[in-house]
Every structure is written in C-alpha cells, then in structure tokens.
C-alpha cells in the first residue's frame, strides 16, 4: 500500500518553528508576561536556515521560536504563579474601585511573589557555569546600582544591586583577583579572575543621574533581567565568601557594637552597611588563618614538552604572584576630587591601605596630616600645602601599574604632569587587522626579531662548522697527495690514466654557485589569491554564512584600523605645525 503523500509545510522547517503569537496562544500568556517568562528561562528567538520555510510560505519577517523551547516553557511552574498574580491584581483594583480599603489592605499583604532559586540552578548546574556568564550579570548590576528610583524599576531594586556589587568587590579583594583595570568613556572596565575564570564587567562613571524626555529604553525589560541577575549574584557571592573563608553577610573583623558610646548607634545595621561600602576595611572571617595566599605553584613534571611554553608559563605565574602584593606596604590618601570606589578597589586588590577626608565619606581610617601616607592621589594642577615625605601623583599611575604589574615611576604622573597615553590592556597585538596605537610596543614583532635573531645565530653556527670539515677534508686530502708523490719517488712509476681517472671524479665532486631564481611577486599573489578562493569555494553550505560574517567583521576592523591611522596621521600633522610656528615666532 502506497502511504498518503504530506502535504506542503507539514514536515521539516515547516513544523519546526512557531511565531510569537502562536507561542502567547499555546501558553495562555499576555505578552508582557510572556517577555519576562523567555527572559527569565533563557529562552531567545531563533533564525531558521531557510525563512520561507519556517514562515509556511508567508511575506515579511516573523519573529521565530523553535517548536522545543516552547514546549520546554509550557511545563515552567512559574506560569501558574504569573496567572495568579495577574489574578491578584484584578482583585486589587476592583477592591480600590469600589473602596474596601480593608480588602486592598487585606490583598496587599498576600501580594504572590516569584522565587527564581530554581531556575538559577536549572541554567547553572555548576558554579563554574555560573561565574563563565556574570560578565553581563555584573554589568547590569553595576548600572542598577546607581539608578534612582525610575519608571519601571522597583524601588528596592538599585539598593540590592549596591549590596550585591560591593559583596563581589570585597570578595575580589580578599581574592587578590584583579588583573586588567582600563577607563574609557563609558566607564571603568575591570577584569578579575575567580576560580580559573575570566570575569570582564563596566562600572559606570559617578555622575549625576539625567533622566532622558524620550523613552528609548525599555527599564521594565531590563528589571526583568535585573530581577533573575541578582538572585544569581547573590548565590555567587554567598559561594565565594564561603570559599574564601569569609562570614557572609559580610561583617568586620574588628568591629563590635560596644564602639558606639551609649545609644549614639542609632540603627546599627545602617552603620555597618556604610562603612562595607568604603571597602577599605578587611572582612572578619571564618576561619582561624588570616593567611589566604591562592598561590598557583607549578608541577615539576611539565605536562607538555616544550621547554618554551613551560618558561613562558613560570614566567606569568611569577608576574602574578607580583601583582597580588604590587602596593604592600604603601599607604594611599584621596583627594576629595578623584573617584573613590574604583581607586579604593584596584589599590585593596593590589595590598595597599586606602583613606580620604572623613568629611567627604564614612570609613576613612588615617587622617591627610598622618606622615607615613606614602602617595597621595590628586587630579587638579597644583596644591597649596605639600608633605615632603610622600609622591602627588595623578590617578592614572595607579591604573597603569596594575596593567603593567610592577611599579611605574611616577615622575610622569606628578601634579600638572601631561600624562602618558593611558592604553587598553584588552588589545592583542597579535591581531593585524586591529589598530595598534604607536605607544604599545608590538610584541609579534619583538618575538620575530629575537627569532629571526637566533635563525641566524644558528646559520653562522652551521656555516662555521662546514668550513672546518671542509678543511678538515681538505687537509686529509694534501696527505693523500703527499704519500703518493713520496711513493712515485721511490718507485718511479705512475699510471698516468689512474691519474686523468682521478681528477676527473675529483672535477665531479666540486660543488658551482647557485644562481637565483627571481620570481614575480605579481604572479605569486595572483596564485594565492586563486587558491584563497577555492578554499572559499570549498566551505559547506552550513558554514558559509558563519564565514560570510566573519569575514565581514575582519573588514570592518580594518576599515576601523585605516580611519584611526588617519586621523593620528592628522593629530601628528597639526603637531608639526605647531611646532614650526613656534620656531619661526622664536627666531
């Protein structure tokens, strides 16, 4: 029996994906609800390989689901949970309607709320997986934290992304984490490393809230993903300070409630919260040790065999066993003017002792007249009083000595001083097809010269010891001829066809000068170029549009690169000018 033929669009692509409106129908959910419900689960529109397909043939552009991501939603018990506050607040406003204040008072404390512990650990099985995706997590929270209260954000909301951002600085802290530190214009980018992990995250400059008369950002989307980010955070942070042996929620290790003199504490937990957010004191811990040196000591036996890689890597455990202990044993006074939460996080990561004006913000622990501070920070052109016994020095010399890993001299951060350019230690050098500034020293060249310096070590070496063989043979040779001439002598008789036989192979064995070759670098462009687009050509149809991107991507960065090179080339210009000018006015 022949089977019944299917008909169009009920196999393959077609069956496969589902509009939005589709998916809010099968769910029973508004929109609204249906947004926060794919946020929260990860849930995220897919792009089928061919649109018309997945659309059963209809025009425009839908936005897709695939069929299991949604039937993967439909057994979510937050569903139920949505439905009954959607339930709940229908009631409230028919009870305000109608004035029975008693019920609205009644309905309000039995408000439904959404606990998102389960699903934390549905998408983070591990707490590696967790701290792998907390780049945006911390992100997020960091902007939060400095939000008023706005349309759309819950108002407790910013107070628990602060709490939760200055827990994971003092963890960092106690960590010795950082690595990376670069200030761009959107802010202070920060790179830590946790368990093996390289966590990268912005934290906003301390500016004045502006709120904005367009509404070009939807703040109830990303409270949403604010909402599921700061339960994950805080399992973070309540797994890292165990780890690190530290009592969480975070408390002193030498405060007690007897240092306010009677009832001057008025709310007490008020007063801890200000002085954790300093982030200059040290953390009481659960442990006896105070000792909590992460240090990485390599394996004696190497697991790879080359000796290179093993030194290279001795090498950078060695930079970060410095980097850790980079300001002991300094003492670190801020001026009223510099940003205080980002130079108090980068100097505690690196061991100093931090303060300011206990005027300015709670927390401060020596005062600026103290005469063992040994830098001072200060961002304005000159200073009436100056302590003889310590450096002014300008707060980019404490972002470049972290990137750099070691102590820079601070003759060209003093006060007034121009300062360096401040580079991004994010660059890889490596890469051609990115702009490289003229101050960062480009290291595959430095890496290539010292190659090509050894090559030819090498070379002289090899040519050195084929001249002595040469000679060698050359010598054994004239003795070979000596004995035969001694024995021709004493006998008299020589075959002379031996002889011409002789010399001929000797005429054989003699090696002439190559001549060499010149080839057309035209030509040989043109063959790579041919063969660069039958590489092409061999790609599957799978991967091409991947490849089509990426390519499209190493264009852009060189365009990028061309425009940057251009307008330095025109800064340089201007320079030169003004230069001349100079001279001609002086002369």
Known sequence: MVGQRKKKYQSGEGVQYMSRARAMKKLQLTLKDFRRLCILKGIYPREPRVRKRAQQGKAGIQTLYHKKDIQFLMHEPII???????????????????????EMKHLMKKHPNLTLDHIVKERYPTFIDALRDLDDCLTLCF???????????????SVLCRRLTIEFMHACIAAKALRKVFVSIKGYYFQVELKGQTITWIMPHQFSFQPQSRREVDFRIMSTFTQFYTVMLGFVNF????????????????????????????????????RIAALNQPLARSGTSEDNS????????????????????????????????????????????????PLTFALRCCGAEVSWDKQLFVGATFNENDETITHQIVDRPSMETQYISRYYVQPQWVFDCVNARELLP??????????????SPFIDPSRKEEYNPQEMPDRSLITAAAEGGEESEKEEEDTNMDATA??????????????????????NEE??????????????????????????????????????????????????????????GRRDRIRDKKILMKKRRIIDEKKGGHKEQKQMVRT
Not at 80 to 102: P, T
Not at 143 to 157: C, E, K, T, Y
Not at 514 to 519: A, F, L, P
């Open 410 to 423: 601070v003759e060209k951060y003093l006060l007034g001083c121009v300062l360096p350019p401040h580079l």
């Open 80 to 102: 139920w949970k949505l439905r009954d506050m959607k339930v709940h607040f229908r009631r409230l406003g028919r009870a305000k309607s109608l004035r029975k204040f008693g």
């Open 470 to 491: 040469n000679s060698g043979v050359e010598s054994e040779s004239e003795d070979e001829e000596d004995e035969e001439s001694f024995g021709e002598n004493e006998e």
């Open 495 to 552: 075959d002379t066809e031996k002889d011409a036989l002789r010399k001929a192979k000797r005429a054989g064995m003699m090696v002439s000068s190559g001549k060499v070759e010149k080839e057309d670098p035209a030509e040989q462009r043109r063959e790579e170029y041919q063969e660069f687009k039958l590489r092409e050509k061999m790609i599957n149809k799978k991967h091409r549009r991947l490849y089509q991107s990426m390519m499209k």
């Open 239 to 274: 797994r890292l300070y165990h780890s690190l042996n530290l009592y969480y929620p975070p408390t002193f290790a030498s405060y007690s409630a007897l240092e306010a003199k009677g009832n001057e504490l008025v709310d007490e937990e008020a007063y801890l919260s200000e």
């Open 294 to 341: 992460d240090e990485v000591e390599l394996d004696a036996f190497p697991t790879t065999d080359d000796p290179e890689k093993l030194e290279e890597a001795k090498v950078e455990a060695e930079k970060l066993r410095k980097l850790k202990t980079l300001f002991n044993g300094l003492k670190v006074f801020l001026n009223r003017e510099v940003p205080r939460e």
């Open 143 to 157: 902007l939060f934290a400095m939000f008023p209260s706005l349309n759309g954000v819950p108002r407790d909301q």
